[in-house]
């Protein structure tokens, strides 16, 4: 179950990228330049999904997401997106209180990446 005292504070590891890519550092800029390319459509997917509060595609978009940040160490978004999966499966009723969470970090997130991306352009 959501316990929102739980939730993970960074929005991204760079080291723990690196470990789970066995410190390649062209896997982890590249897996990471997806995802922050990724992030602004599956935030209007959660956004229109929630909007009709269409509790299957939450689910559906949940799940996907969750898939992608497997690669990339996320540890907030990855909490969150499990969470919200298992909700709209087993605790519909904890949906909105995760939702309240999950925009502002994609939106947080969002903004960090942009930094290591920039930080990644810059170091080519």
Known sequence: MFNCTEIPKIHYDYRASMRLMHNNANVVQELTMMLKTALPKFKAEFQKAIHEYNIDD?????????????????????????????????????????IAYLIPSIEALEAELSQFVTGFVDND
């Open 58 to 98: 939450i689910r559906m978009t949940a799940h996907k997401l969750h898939g992608g940040v497997c690669y990339v160490s996320v540890p907030k978004l990855a909490y969150l997106v499990y969470h919200l999966e298992t909700a709209c499966k087993k605790y519909p009723e904890e949906i909105d209180h995760i």
